[in-house]
């Protein structure tokens, strides 16, 4: 074992990135915001706010700085995007009446049909498309921040914040990524006395529990480590994960030794998370054979010799899943103000820490009570609940929420989003600042179209010039006084406080809770936390069910109960109150997530947001009806975002018009055809000409875009159907789909992770379009069995054909949905052609028998 590479992993890249210091940048501390602009910004964008920092420069030194930049679309590009969109307005308003004109079909009621079906798309993309007419990116100022907010002293001025996990399956979730995503937020870069963690475990586990203790005693090493090397990404299962990493500390002398040895405390932390359940049963096993008392036979011991409250992995008495009271643990203590430094390097202490500050953030640990009468409305039920221990514990005006599958990649991400909530300019009126949803271990073509980069990197810009994008779920920061139901300052009569109603009607009956109220909805800017004592029973009690009873909890306070999307609708009810929302995309991103990995999961996760889509329309929070603070274009925004599941039953229809071609040889929708095709060529061109633009400002790819087609069909073709169907249920009263948890994909190696794309499950959902993919190719059979049998002119021939090409199209498109489905077989994607051929050629063949025969 001489050679680097064998000598133990990636020691070789670590020396390589010693050496690679000399070369570097000056470190994120210096002034970053440069090289920050340059990655995020891209070629086609020009600054958009120079007249404002001029403004700003005029009124002199003594006024705030602004803390971010904003940037819009060179004006060629989005004068020819705009131009473009208007050309294609004026083809289809003339398509319209020459159609109208036309009235002449085969079928009368497939013309109705397609004419109505056409109009329901030309309005849709038109709508869809006034959203995107202004796109704007905001990049956060973080070195204008530190100026204004951290002292010298090492004191911050920096607000309070109070950061929400959520998760709900130590099994389903794998409690390692979990673990990361928590160590990623104690070690971020964000003064560790002004904010708190509340992990929020909604299987109330045992087995959490304790791997939250194990986490957090790693994070003493952990914690200090990044801050004196200033590592990044600072989870460790990315961190070590990664294979190049550039040094920006000050230390690189000491970093390879310190490197080794956390690496192996990390390998130590994982052995231990993993053989956790084996302790517990085994401690368990001892405590039941020493005491006997009844329903104290499972593994519930903690090792102090007390019964854990919560649940064990197997269900037993008192130990429920959904039935336990409510826990509340502080795990690390609020530190000092003033930073700690460690102990130099010794045999129990392995790194010298002698110059970095020790401290940790606090972090709380959180089960909510579960009773079987009380519905525990999931994530949302989860944060409303996080939303009040924290307003006792440390009411910070400022809150940032995470899925437990993504963790903080940046740890400048807080800082980012500050920036935005702090501004001079609109800062008071941002009620939540959304970064994009990022995945690691999508496939490499990104099959299923996991990135999602038309809606994140074009969709939700176009929302940023306008009043902000919607909230998506994850990875926000909000402020609290906009989530308590407060007005912004903008639609407040002339230096009024924030008047939130405090009363028990809105806001249940715990003195402590309203009491928080009024403080939180105008402290924003304050300094210290508020060291609130609170009374054990009254903390149990704002955990329960029974709580939310009679007060506007899950409706006009909090995240919104009732309807599949909890995220939008959320979003939706700030901006209605007139808030507005900022998009922040960062480089390196700030926050990185995991993405449902096969088929099944996927089209489960787009049958959730599209039925939740519906349900928020035929709601109270419909867009339309509401009032006059939102902005038009958000109005509009909104009006897509929710109905766009309709679009699926006019879409269906034009999946199977191929088949009519290849059936008949010959049929018109509509007539005189020659001219009538070429207005669908010209429509369909000039929307993709229009798509081709987007991904010039939007900076991405060809495939990017074509996976977003894909995917669209599919969820037309199958889910939104299904989701249509779901709504027309609750409609009538009944329980419509039911949603479940997103399916994680499980520890493991990258390849092993892969392996999971080719699992299948057959679901019902999945049975429509494997019913257009099979009309499809059996009729291609049947052409094929007509022509042979000679029922059929040349021109009739030839007609056939051109249907067939529609038909490839078709089947191009639900390509992604055909590989799934074959599951381990999608590998060899050949095996797929020859047995589309054999079907293709099994049909045709039985036609000609058939066909002779009669
Ligand atoms: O009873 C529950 C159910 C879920 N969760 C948590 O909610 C989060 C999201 O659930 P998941 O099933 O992973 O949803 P995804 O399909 O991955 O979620 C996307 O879509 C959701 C809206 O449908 C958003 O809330 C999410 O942020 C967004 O990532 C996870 O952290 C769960 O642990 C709970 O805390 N309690
Ligand atoms: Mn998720």
Excluded at 384 to 398: D, G, H, I, M, T
Excluded at 756 to 761: C, G, I, S
Aim: hydrophobic share 45%; proline share 5%; aromatic share 12%.
């Amino acid at each position: 074992m001489s050679s680097p590479a064998a000598a133990g992993g990636d020691h070789g890249n670590i020396a390589l990135a010693v050496r690679e210091a000399d070369l570097l940048l000056p470190a994120p501390n210096d002034d970053g915001d440069d090289h920050i602009l340059a990655g995020v910004v891209g070629k086609h964008w020009v600054p958009a706010d120079e007249k404002e920092i001029l403004a700003s420069k005029e009124c002199g030194a003594g006024r705030p700085p602004l803390l971010y930049r904003t940037f819009r679309v060179k004006g060629m590009l989005i004068n020819l995007y705009r131009f473009l969109t208007l050309i294609r307005v004026m083809v289809v308003i003339l398509f319209f009446t020459w159609r109208m004109e036309h009235r002449d079909s085969d079928s009368m009621w497939l013309w109705w049909i397609s004419v109505v079906g056409d109009f329901w798309f030309g309005l849709t993309w038109l709508l869809n498309q006034l959203t995107k007419l202004k796109p704007r990116k905001c990049v956060p100022k973080l070195s204008k921040l530190r100026e204004q907010f951290d002292l010298s002293d090492g004191i911050s001025n920096l607000p309070i914040l109070d950061v929400f996990i959520t998760t709900c399956d130590p099994v389903g979730e794998p409690m390692l990524y979990t673990m990361n995503s928590v160590l990623s937020i104690l070690a971020t870069d964000y003064p560790a006395e002004k904010y708190t963690t509340y992990f929020s475990d909604d299987g109330g586990s045992l087995i959490h529990y304790e791997g939250l203790l194990e986490t957090a005693k790693f994070a003493a090493l952990w914690v200090p480590f990044c801050r004196k090397h200033c590592v990044e990404p600072r989870a460790p299962e990315n961190y070590f994960g990664r294979n190049v990493r550039r040094y920006t500390g000050n230390t690189p002398n000491e970093f390879i030794d310190d490197h080794r040895r956390m690496r192996a405390e990390y390998e130590d932390l994982k052995s231990r998370l993993d053989g956790l359940s084996a302790v517990i049963m085994k401690r368990s096993e001892a405590f039941n054979n020493t005491n006997t008392k009844e329903g104290h036979v499972n593994a519930t011991w903690m090792s102090d010799g007390t019964q854990w409250q919560g649940t064990w992995i197997e269900q037993s008495k008192g130990h429920m899943k959904g039935n336990h009271p409510a826990i509340c643990k502080v795990m690390l203590n609020q530190p000092s103000n003033d930073p700690e430094l460690g102990m130099p390097a010794s045999s129990d202490h392995p790194l010298d820490l002698s110059a970095v500050d020790v401290r940790l953030p606090t972090l709380v640990y959180l089960a909510r009570e579960k009773r079987p009468q009380y519905s525990h409305r999931k994530k949302e039920g989860a944060l409303n609940v996080q939303l009040r221990v924290s307003a006792l514990l440390s009411n910070a005006p400022f809150i940032i929420n995470f899925d437990c599958d993504h963790y903080v990649n940046n740890s400048q991400a807080f800082r980012a989003a500050m920036c935005f909530m702090l501004d001079p300019r609109d800062g008071d009126d941002t009620a939540f600042v959304q970064f994009p949803q990022r995945f690691d271990d999508v496939d490499p073509t990104d099959c299923y179209c996991n990135h999602n980069r038309m809606f994140f990197d074009a969709t939700l810009l176009g929302l940023n010039g306008i009043q902000g994008p919607s909230f998506i779920g994850t990875g926000c920061m909000f402020r609290r006084a906009a989530l308590y139901g407060a007005d912004p300052p903008q639609w407040r009569p002339d230096d009024a406080k924030a008047n939130v109603l405090h009363m028990p009607t809105i806001f249940g009956k715990s003195t402590s809770f309203i009491n928080s109220v009024p403080a939180a909805a105008n402290q924003e800017r304050s300094l210290a936390s508020p060291t609130t004592i609170v009374d054990e029973t009254e903390l149990a009690s704002v955990m329960t069910g029974v709580y939310e009873d009679g007060t506007e909890w899950g409706n006009d306070v909090g995240w919104v109960y009732n309807i599949a999307t909890e995220d939008v609708v959320t979003g939706f009810r700030l901006h209605r109150a007139g808030w507005i929302s900022t998009y922040c995309a960062m480089e390196p991103d700030a926050f990185r997530g995991t993405a449902p990995i096969n088929l099944t999961a996927r089209l489960y996760q787009i049958l959730r947001w599209s039925g939740g889509s519906l349900e928020m329309f035929f709601s109270r929070f419909c867009p339309l009806l509401a009032g006059r603070r939102i902005h038009p274009v958000q109005r509009i925004a909104y009006f897509n975002m929710t109905i766009y599941p309709v679009s699926s039953f006019f879409l269906v229809m034009y999946d199977l018009y191929p088949v009519m071609w290849l059936l008949h040889g010959q049929f018109y929708i509509q007539r005189p055809f020659q001219t009538f095709a070429v207005f669908v060529v010209v429509v369909i061109a000039t929307a993709e000409l229009i798509g081709m633009v987007e991904i010039k400002w939007s900076g991405l790819t060809l495939l990017d875009w074509f996976r977003s087609e894909q995917l669209y069909i599919i969820g037309t073709t199958g889910v939104y159907p299904t989701a249509m169907l779901h709504v027309l249920l609750r409609f009538l009263g009944l329980k419509g789909v039911s949603f479940k948890v997103t399916a994680k994909k499980l520890t493991g190696g990258a390849r092993e992770r892969l392996a999971e794309l080719y699992d299948v499950q057959w679901v019902p959902l999945l049975v429509p379009t494997t019913v257009v993919i099979a009309v499809n190719v059996v009729s291609i059979g049947v052409a094929a069995g007509k022509a042979i049998a000679g029922r059929w002119s040349a021109a009739q021939v030839a007609w056939a054909a051109t249907g067939l090409l529609f038909n490839m199209w078709m089947l191009l498109l639900l390509y992604p949905f055909v590989l799934g489905i074959m599951g381990r077989w999608s590998k060899r994607p050949y095996i797929l052609f020859v047995l589309l051929a054999a079907v293709g050629a099994a049909t045709a063949s039985v036609y000609v028998a058939i066909a002779r025969s009669m």
